[in-house]
């Protein structure tokens, strides 16, 4: 539905203004931090918790960022602060879908010959197969999917937090990343702090049902305290290391930090 190419447009609001406005609000850190990160409209919503659809919502984004105290900065920037979750009725169906090719040409892959390669600073490297992943404990999140190129939408997913797998496949957690890799060549670093998040999930059904090939089957990692483009959805391996190995979007500017 939405390609990288394509230009965002919000009736009633120029995104280049806006983004810059909101910037002069700010206090240096977390100015600096927005920058850092790419200063985008997705940036500002994960910020603000406001989604910037119409003109009345950006003048709530404004307000909210010209309260911005030291206070509220600290728990910005805090790795353990929690993103909000929120209720059933909050759900958007059909949910939105994104990839770099439009849905139709999203991977299609047969769950019973799927695997996922774990690799890298683990003691237990070996491959899982879906079967023995599904039996994993299964935990839900209601939470808003946040996308850089300016939309927003709220989800529900359930899976097993990613925390507790690395802990099973003994991985070194004193290691800087999880390198995830996609059927598509899609690929993501995560930092550690990141991937240990209570809310940082290994993701096998959306909505309560196994998880659409649009989202992802069968397997994404959600994060909701990271914009969506640090969401990788077909997920083939998983690697512990310490080095950073780049991703799709990480390549093309947007900075590996991109979230809380
Ligand atoms: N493998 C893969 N993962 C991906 C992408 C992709 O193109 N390929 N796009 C990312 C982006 S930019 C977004 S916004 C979300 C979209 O997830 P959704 O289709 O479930 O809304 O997936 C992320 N993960
Ligand atoms: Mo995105």
Redesign the pocket.
């Known amino acids: 539905m939405i390609s990288r190419f394509r230009s965002l447009i919000i009736p009633g609001v120029d995104k280049k203004l806006l983004v810059k406005d909101a910037a002069k609000l700010m206090p240096d850190l977390s100015r600096r931090r927005f920058i850092a990160s790419g200063a985008s409209l997705g940036a500002l919503t994960l910020l603000t918790g406001c989604d910037v659809s119409d003109s009345l919502s950006a003048d709530k984004m404004l307000a909210q960022i010209s309260k911005f105290n030291d206070a509220v900065q600290a728990a910005i920037f805090n790795p353990n602060a929690l993103a909000p979750t929120y209720s059933e009725k909050d759900i958007k169906r059909p949910?939105?879908?994104?990839?770099?090719?439009s849905e139709d040409e999203a991977?299609e892959i047969d769950g019973n010959d799927w695997k996922l390669e774990v690799s890298g600073l683990v003691q237990n490297k070996k491959s899982w197969t879906l079967a023995e992943l599904h039996k994993l404990p299964e935990v839900s999140q209601i939470t808003r999917?946040i996308?850089?190129?300016g939309w927003s939408?709220i989800?529900s997913w359930q899976g097993t937090p990613l925390r507790d797998f690395l802990t099973l496949v003994g991985a070194d957690t004193k290691a800087k990343y999880v390198w995830f890799r996609?059927?598509?060549d899609?690929t993501?670093p995560l930092d550690m702090p990141t991937a240990l998040h209570p809310q940082t999930q290994m993701t096998f059904k959306?909505d309560n049902k196994i998880l659409p090939r649009?989202?992802?089957f069968p397997m994404?990692i959600r994060v909701p305290t990271k914009?969506?483009?640090?969401?990788?959805?077909?997920?083939v391996s998983m690697e512990v290391t310490n080095d950073y190995k780049g991703g799709?979007?990480e390549d093309m500017g947007y900075n590996s930090f991109s979230g809380s």
């Not at 949910?95 to 090719?101: A, L, Q, T």
């Open positions: 949910f939105p879908f994104n990839g770099f090719y991977p999917h996308c850089v190129e939408a989800g996609c059927a598509e899609y993501s959306f649009a989202y992802g994404k914009l969506g483009f640090k969401n990788p959805k077909y997920v799709y979007w």
